[in-house]
């Protein structure tokens, strides 16, 4: 691999996108995706772990403060990205890397574990990264936003404005993984939770904050809970906002040989 296949463009739409801005929302998001990844996993112990695409280190410092893995280690391709993981001084890092988006710089096995959340998404050749991922790792917890809806090709502008290149189902991320040689061990479907909700609406969006407000914003939240639990897993995916999967790789890609 070299470091021509990241596009330029992608490249420098990310060098400085972590510079101050928006840091209390990312961490009240990476609170429930450190959540998420803590319960796919529960039952397993992990050493050495590795985030690909560690973004501001929100996530890890979520892991950190949980104590959830004594050896963490963290690749971003943005500069801004490296350089707020390292001023947040986590006991349990023990390194930070800047990397090309694809060739991860480790040996063969070297991760009891490799965390990618709300990264596919992002990813020009997913299944480059996911090849890659797969050599340095034993398990894998990958999470991506499950952005695919009817007419989502409506909202082009809205996604690209979030890097949203790539948009999945449950189903179509599980497709995905298990075609490039992943065995699913665990899977979590999960909606945006109230607190994240409240924040977008009041805080992100400006729009004024009352007690009807706030109550409507969890009564919908419980309402879509309800139905979930009442159904099965096709209406659940179809209210998903997130999914987590923990996997093990069990092979390679296998086409033409049945």
Known sequence: MNNEILSADVKSAYDDFYLG????????????????????????????????????????????????????????????????????????????????????????????????AHVLEHVEFERMLLREIKRV?????????????????????????????????PTSVRFLVQSEGFEVLADKVSMIEPEVTKFNTFINQGKAKSLLSSLRIDAEYFVKKLIVSLSGNRRMESFANAYTLFLRKNGDLDIFSH
């Open 21 to 116: 801005r928006d840091e209390q929302w990312r961490m009240l998001g990476a609170k429930f995706k450190a959540k998420n990844i803590m319960d796919v996993c529960k039952g397993h112990e992990f050493k050495k772990v590795l985030e690909v695409g560690a973004g501001d280190g929100s996530i890890l410092q979520h892991l950190d403060g949980m104590n959830s893995f004594p050896e963490m280690h963290a690749l971003e391709i943005s500069q801004s990205g490296v350089d707020q993981i390292n001023s947040r001084k986590l006991k349990n890092l023990k390194s930070v890397n800047i990397f090309d988006g694809y060739h991860i710089p480790f040996a063969d096995n070297e991760f009891d574990l490799v965390i990618l």
């Open 137 to 169: 790792s034993k398990h894998v917890i990958i999470e991506v936003p499950c952005d695919y809806r009817y007419g989502v090709d409506k909202r082009m502008k809205h996604f690209l404005n979030y890097g949203h290149i790539n948009m999945y189902t």
